[in-house]
């Protein structure tokens, strides 16, 4: 990924997170929009661009909210890792194959922040059901987006 294009990707992912989630979210519901893109910049990208991204993300996140301070950058780091490996064995053409992985990957991560909570709080830290469903439902919804985003920046 060219730096100018990184660059880019990154500043619009931090002020997507914040406006979407301070100023756009009906009922506080929004979608994480920096666990979208760090799926799609690991996937298109490969793991190491996929790791610097995804912690420098998961910092910010955890400077918004009032969870344990760097679950949301072991997730996402972690989570890019992973999916930077198994990008060449995954077939993610479609929209809606994206929509799926970034699905999947929005209520592991959830899951993963609150037993990190659980281990190092004593708190689990969950949001609730209805905005665990409803937040990994609107991730998938934006990922074929983001895919298209982090896609054009990627190329050579």
């Known amino acids: 990924m060219r730096a100018p294009a990184g660059a880019g ?4 992912g931090v002020v997507l997170e914040w406006a979407w989630g301070t ?3 009906p009922g506080g519901v929004a979608p994480e929009v920096l666990v979208v893109l760090t799926v799609a910049v ?3 990208a490969g793991p190491a661009a996929g790791q610097c991204f995804a912690f420098s993300w998961g910092l910010f996140m955890d400077f918004l909210g009032p ?3 760097g679950a949301n950058a072991l997730a996402l780091t972690l989570a890019a890792y992973g ?3 198994a990008r060449r064995q995954m077939d993610l053409s479609s929209p809606l194959s994206q929509a799926t ?3 999947v990957v929005s209520a592991a991560h959830f899951a993963f922040v609150a037993l990190t909570g659980l281990v190092f709080e004593g708190s689990a830290l969950w949001p609730g059901l209805t905005s ?3 937040v990994s439902l609107l991730n998938a919804i934006v990922a074929p987006l983001a895919f298209a985003l982090v896609g054009q920046a990627v190329r050579p």
């Open 9 to 12: 990707i990154f500043l619009l």
């Open 23 to 25: 100023y756009a979210a």
């Open 42 to 44: 690991a996937l298109r």
């Open 67 to 69: 969870r344990l301070f």
């Open 83 to 85: 999916f930077g490996l």
């Open 101 to 103: 992985v970034v699905g």
């Open 132 to 134: 665990f469903v409803v």
